[in-house]
């Protein structure tokens, strides 16, 4: 295992054992994952195949969810959304965490003219609403969830490029970090090896933020039609399909917007948990 990725991991095992407050959101975050995992092969029914015969009905009569206005199983749909949802906000914190942590560790160690144009693209993307670039991204490259995931990954990145920069140009001026740059050092070295493990917590707990937070863009941007197009089940298209049914067919609309709900909701306070977790202040405070 790498020191990178040792470093919080030993800071934080200096607890007796892994707090509620982590295990207990993580329960149900890993629960969406096996269930977005193992879709194909629990899902009732076929996503995409409907039956108009069996439109709209309740959950009374077409178990266990019913069905949607084109007869589609709803349990099915939300399984299979839960797959396609999940993958979206995964891959796209992915690449916004990495991108902007990198962006962050050269701004925050060089600082100079490439910390001064970096921040400016930074304050240029936070300047720039994000639905506008969004209908951009996807009225020249037309809509699909590889162009939705570099849209999504596009807004994330700023957060992670922001918060590495601020703690690198403090860490840069640390004892430990000018002794081996004085010894000779290089860049690389001092940036994976010295800077890294000492941002790597805050990432980590910015990347489990960005999860939720990217689940709820990815599902507005579907229901706005900017994002996953049918017949793909996604949680926000299913909540679009629903929209006008509200009223006469309530489960349409209601077990997507809870599968949301619930999954966001675990998603953040497992991002609480693991600020506490693997800060060292905590640590201390907790040791004292």
């Not at 570099?150 to 992670?160: E, K």
């Not at 430990?176 to 690389?188: D, E, I, R």
């Not at 999954?263 to 202040?281: I, S, T």
């Amino acid at each position: 295992m790498s020191r990178a990725l040792a470093l919080p991991i030993a800071t934080a095992a200096r607890r007796r054992h892994v707090p509620w407050t982590v295990v207990a959101p993580a329960i149900p975050v890993l629960a969406a994952v096996l269930v977005a995992v193992v879709a194909p092969w629990i899902a009732p029914h076929s996503p995409t195949s409907g039956n108009l015969a069996l439109r709209l009905r309740p959950p009374s009569e077409h178990p266990l969810l019913g069905t949607d206005l084109l007869g589609r199983d709803v349990l099915s749909r939300l399984l299979w959304g839960a797959r396609v949802s999940l993958l979206i906000a995964l891959a796209a914190t992915l690449i916004g965490a990495v991108v902007g942590s990198l962006v962050g560790l050269v701004a925050g160690f060089y600082r100079g003219a490439a910390d001064t144009v970096l921040t400016k693209l930074i304050d240029v993307q936070l300047a720039f609403p994000f639905v506008l670039l969004a209908i951009a991204v996807v009225a020249v490259a037309g809509p699909s969830i590889p162009v939705l995931i570099v849209v999504l990954a596009i807004g994330a990145w700023v957060g992670h490029a922001r918060i590495v920069r601020g703690l690198v140009l403090s860490l840069r001026e640390r004892d430990y970090v000018q002794a081996a740059l004085a010894l000779g050092a290089g860049t690389p070295r001092v940036l994976f090896r010295h800077l890294v493990p000492e941002v790597l917590a805050t990432i980590i707990v910015l990347a489990t933020f960005d999860v939720g937070r990217i689940i709820i863009l990815e599902s507005t941007l579907s229901f706005l039609g900017l994002g996953v197009q049918p017949p793909t089940p996604s949680w926000g298209s299913d909540l679009r399909d629903a929209a006008a049914y509200v009223r006469q067919a309530w489960w349409t609309a209601a077990f997507p917007g809870i599968a949301i709900m619930l999954v966001v909701l675990a998603v953040n306070l497992l991002g609480d948990g693991l600020r506490d977790w693997l800060d060292p202040r905590t640590v201390r405070k907790q040791s004292e």
